[in-house]
Structures are given as structure tokens and as C-alpha cells.
């Protein structure tokens, strides 16, 4: 709610109570105070404003009679409804937060016309607990504006992480926190250009985005093929300074995992061409067998791997935030042009997190989700090997938020999709032959009935196109 706080003119005729029943009536019309919000009681609106009980009451009851407000026995008054709702939608100034607003919210993530999501994929009680804690014991934190670089305490928690769970070791000087890896990919590029590096080599297929900031920042592109092992050395450039960007834990559509002695070749070219590594480490710790692969960066010495790393796979997709750790001499060139950026991750959303991660509860939030996402890929897993392969083949199953679904018969991407729409299960096309199937907000009760019907509809989809062109 807007502070009531009127400017009283002592030189104007009109009664101060009158002057306040003005200012309250013309913020109940332009909607800063909300219908069926609750108003200052008399006694801290008379102090706020300086006046009167009496005043503050006589205002209050000239908006009671004339509709402006209503009052609750032993509870005060609220703003009452103005104007009827055919009237409302044509307020241009009408807060988008009012009751019907939520309740067409609610409606959408009920999966009425949307996807599908899963309570159990994250606790939001126990976020909400390190939420409220910085508002009652840290709000004096909240009325500064955010680090450009991100918030200190944050940064400590994610290199101490770094540490212990991917053999990373960095100063929290060298991390840089952004909202989401597009922003940090921006801010990336800058530095590369700053350090004279305007050629990047790219994993073909690879991440279309990253790939799109490079090109328009006007980069010089070069896409490298991939192997079972991933990104293959000898097709990178050779004597021009470079920037690579790799998945060496889990490539996004191939599911590669790249063994340690071609990270060691890849490490060693770094160095040769004078050039960096970008490793993209974006759900690493979501990996079901086995233990997760350690960070290329936890095994060089040569300080030439910029690693990135986000949150939005393992927490809520509505948190964006996402950083990355540059080596020390990248660090200090950002430090010196940190004053040309602000920060655009909520700093209430980073403290949360960094307290988030203190207690313990992100560790233990991730030992919960690789459990049920385990349990979920070998559930969706085994009903597309069961009912689908006649027409699909399943790839990428040992890690990640997502399958990769190979259709045998080109050209029906647009159309499977389409129809995995319609029952809200997310899928994204990669190519004519390719789907990328998202599994981790489907709550595993409700796997086996709503892909087996999936399914069903596609295998009559796949039967009908067969007939087509026989």
C-alpha cells in the first residue's frame, strides 16, 4: 500500500480532515490503496500525519458514509469496492495484484492451460523461513541498493560449495552473480573483448542462446563437432585466441560426459593458443549414478577456465540467479568496471539464498531432488523404452532435468509437440528428428497415466503420417 502521507496546506480553507479525506479517497481511485486493504488505525495515522485522533476520525467517517471505506468491529477499516468490475478493467493505473489476478494465477499453476509442476520438487516453507528471517532481523540490509558483483555473503557460500562439492577452489572475489547465464554471458563477453579475445569456438549442437549472445556481440564463431566423449580438441582453432565453450559433465543434447584425459587435452590447448575455457556446469550436481564428475575447473593449474554455474535447475525456476568464477587476472579487470554495472538478481532472493545455504537446507534440498529426479527419469525412462520404441529413442538418461527423444520418422516434431502441449507436458524441439523432454516438475505419481496416454496419442499421430506417405 502506498504511506498515507498527505502535504497539508495550513494556508488553504479546507479543514484538515478534509484535506486527508482527499488524499485517502483519490489513492482509493487510482488503486495505490487496494480494495479490501486495511488502513492505518487512528492513533498511527494521527502520529504519521500530525494530526488529531479526532481529525484522523472525522476524515475516516467521511469516507465511511460515502462508500470509500468500510469498517470491522475490533479490527478497523479497509477500502471497499468502487467500482464494478467492467469498470475496473478499464483503469489504466489498476494494480495487477488484485484478488482476481491471484486466483487466475492459482488456476494457471493448477496446470488449467499450462504445465505441469510438482509440490515436492522444493520446499518452500523452509525458504520462506531464511526469507522472513532477513526481513525481521536484516531489513536495514534491504534499503541499500544490491553489489553490482552480487552480495558478499552469497559469494561466500558458493565458493565454499564450490569446494565441497565440485572440487572447485576460488576466492569469492573472483565470482560474479548475474540473473540468469544469458545476463552472465553479456557481461562475459565484455571482458573477453577487453582482453582482446573475439573468437569463440562453440559445441555443434550446443546451447542456441549462448550461442546467439556471442554472434550478436559480433564474435567470430567457430562450431565444433562432438564425439561420444564430447567436444573434440583437435577440430578447435589453433593459433588464434580463443574462448571454448564446453559441457564437459553432461553436454545439454547428448548427455557426453568428456573423460578426464581429454579434459587434460583440452586444458593443455587453453594454454598452447594463449586461450580460455568457458565451462558451462549447469546441473552438475544432478547426476544419478554414480557420484557427481568433478569440475574441469578443479583440475587445472594454469587459471584459464571461466566456469559458470546457475540455480534455477535445482531451486525454483523463478529464481535467477546464476554466476560464474573468472580466473584472477579477469577478476581484477572486472573490479575496475564493476561501477558500469547494477545488479539485477532481487538482493531480498540472494540473501535469502546465501542464508538458505548456510543452514544446510540447500545441501540437503539436493540429496532430496537427485533421489525423486532419479526416480522420475528411470519412470519415464522405462514407459517410453516399454510403449514408444517402435517410433522413438531415448537418449541422454543418466543426469540432468530432461531426456532427449530421437523420432525415428522425420518431420513430426512440430506435431508431437503440439500435442504434448495440450496435456501440459513440456517439450521443446531441437530438430525435425529431436525433442527434448522435460520430466523433473511431473509429479511422479502421475507419470506412468500421463505419458501412457501421451503416448497413445502420438503413436496415432506416427500411424497416421505412415499412411499418409505409403
Not at 38 to 54: H, V
Not at 188 to 203: G, K, N, P, S
Not at 370 to 382: E, F, G, N, P, S
Request: contains cysteine; glycine residues 4%.
Amino acid at each position: 500500500m502506498k504511506a498515507i502521507l498527505p502535504v497539508l496546506d495550513e494556508s488553504r480553507n479546507r479543514p484538515y480532515y478534509l484535506q486527508l479525506y482527499d488524499y485517502i479517497r483519490d489513492a482509493i481511485l487510482a488503486g495505490d490503496i487496494m480494495e479490501g486493504e486495511k488502513l492505518p488505525s487512528l492513533r498511527s495515522l494521527a502520529k504519521s500525519t500530525g494530526l488529531s485522533i479526532t481529525t484522523v476520525k472525522q476524515a475516516y467517517d467521511q469516507l465511511l458514509v460515502e462508500g470509500y471505506v468500510y469498517s470491522k468491529a475490533q479490527s478497523g477499516y479497509y477500502a471497499a469496492e468502487v467500482f464494478s468490475h467492467s469498470q475496473k478493467t478499464a483503469l489504466p493505473e489498476k494494480s495487477i495484484f488484485s484478488p482476481q489476478m491471484f486466483s487466475m494465477e492459482k488456476e494457471l499453476a493448477a496446470g488449467c492451460g499450462t504445465f505441469k509442476y510438482d509440490p515436492a520438487c522444493f520446499d518452500f516453507n523452509k525458504w520462506k523461513k531464511c526469507m522472513n528471517k532477513i526481513l525481521t532481523e536484516y531489513p536495514s540490509l534491504l534499503f541499500f541498493e544490491s553489489d553490482p558483483q552480487g552480495e558478499a555473503v552469497l559469494r561466500a557460500q558458493i565458493a565454499k560449495y564450490l569446494y565441497l562439492s565440485r572440487g572447485v577452489s576460488c576466492q569469492p572475489s573472483q565470482i560474479i552473480i548475474g540473473a540468469g547465464t544469458q545476463q552472465i554471458t553479456n557481461q562475459l563477453a565484455t571482458i573477453l573483448q577487453r582482453i582482446d579475445i573475439e573468437h569463440v569456438a562453440l559445441e555443434a549442437p550446443g546451447y542456441v542462446p549462448v550461442k546467439n549472445i556471442f554472434r550478436d556481440r559480433g564474435f567470430a564463431i567457430t562450431s565444433v563437432g562432438l564425439d561420444r566423449e564430447g567436444l573434440m580438441i583437435e577440430k578447435l582453432p589453433a593459433n588464434i585466441r580463443t574462448a571454448a565453450y564446453v559441457s564437459p559433465s553432461n553436454h545439454v543434447l547428448t548427455g557426453a560426459v568428456m573423460p578426464v584425459g581429454r579434459r587434460y587435452e583440452l586444458l593443455n590447448w587453453a594454454s598452447r593458443n594463449d586461450s580460455y575455457i568457458i565451462e558451462d556446469d549447469y546441473d552438475s550436481e544432478l547426476r544419478y549414478f554414480g557420484k557427481p564428475v568433478p569440475a574441469l575447473k578443479s583440475l587445472e593449474s594454469n587459471d584459464r577456465v571461466i566456469y559458470l554455474g546457475s540455480f534455477s535447475s535445482t531451486l525454483f525456476t523463478a529464481v535467477k540467479i546464476s554466476y560464474m568464477v573468472l580466473p584472477l587476472k579477469m577478476a581484477e579487470l572486472f573490479s575496475s568496471m564493476v561501477q558500469d554495472y547494477t545488479q539485477t538478481c532481487s538482493k531480498l532472493e540472494q540473501l535469502t539464498l546465501a542464508m538458505f545455504m548456510e543452514t544446510g537446507n540447500y545441501q540437503t534440498h539436493i540429496k532430496k531432488l537427485r533421489k525423486l529426479y532419479a526416480q522420475k527419469l528411470a519412470a519415464v525412462t522405462d514407459i517410453f523404452t516399454a510403449k514408444a520404441s517402435s517410433f522413438l529413442r531415448v537418449r541422454n538418461t543418466a543426469s540432468g532435468i530432461n531426456i532427449i527423444l530421437q523420432i525415428i520418422e522425420p518431420g513430426l516434431a512440430r506435431q508431437l509437440k503440439q500435442e504434448a502441449d495440450m496435456r501440459g507436458l513440456p517439450v521443446t524441439i531441437l530438430d525435425q528428428n529431436l525433442l527434448m523432454f522435460y520430466y523433473n516438475h511431473i509429479p511422479l505419481s502421475e507419470i506412468s497415466p500421463l505419458l501412457s496416454s501421451l503416448i497413445d496419442a502420438w503413436a496415432a499421430i506416427v500411424a497416421s503420417s505412415s499412411l499418409n506417405t505409403s
